[in-house]
């Protein structure tokens, strides 16, 4: 069994989205990011710097959306989201994966917070130039690895999907509209969306917005 630590509308909701397309069993259990109080201390054995997401799966902790990911998508090999280990498609697959974590997450939230970090300073760059990567890619090909739907798109196309309709950050570019129009018709993701929605709901976080 999988555990899944998780809270709606945060970086796990990739890994949520995942989970729903690979649809193996899992249950939830949530981590209150937001609390006043802040996250019990007791969840540091699970995730050191008490983030999510995070999974238990019979035993064995995992921990950042990467390797969450890779660690699902080859388990779980029989779903065809992951090229196989010697697939030189591979390559691309893992190259975005981890692109979603090193260099999009951190220009996104720096580009929310009013900063524009330059590539010379910092090893993940600038906003700019993960935005022109991420229109050459996409235009040039249906998915993010190529012309096949892979785990890697769960985790930039959500990672676009935040940045687009809740931070604001992201060009609303024809080529973007056009990935994440091909991901939302996908029924997983209609599935996870509806759920996170839902835990929301009842977690009171849509009247604190």
Known sequence: ??????????????????????????????????????????YRAIQPNKKVPAIDHDGTIITERAAITIYLADTFAEAGLAPAIGDRARATYLTWLVYSDS??????????????????????????????????????????????????????GSGVHFATNVLRVLPEHRVFRAYMDRLAARPAFQRYSQREYEMAQAAGMLDSR
Not at 13 to 22: A, C, F, I, P
Not at 114 to 125: A, D, H, P, T
């Open 1 to 42: 069994m999988i555990v899944f630590y998780h809270n709606p509308w945060s970086r796990a909701s990739g890994v949520h989205w995942l989970l729903e397309e690979l649809g193996v069993p899992f249950e939830f259990s949530r981590v209150d990011i937001r609390a006043k109080e802040g996250v019990p201390e007791s």
């Open 103 to 156: 260099v999009l997450d951190p220009v996104v939230a720096a580009k929310a917070h009013g900063k524009e970090f330059m590539g010379s300073r910092y090893s993940y760059g600038s906003f700019s130039e993960m935005v022109a990567n991420l229109e050459r890619t996409l235009s040039s090909r249906p998915y993010i690895a190529g012309d096949k739907f892979t785990a890697a798109d769960t985790q930039i």
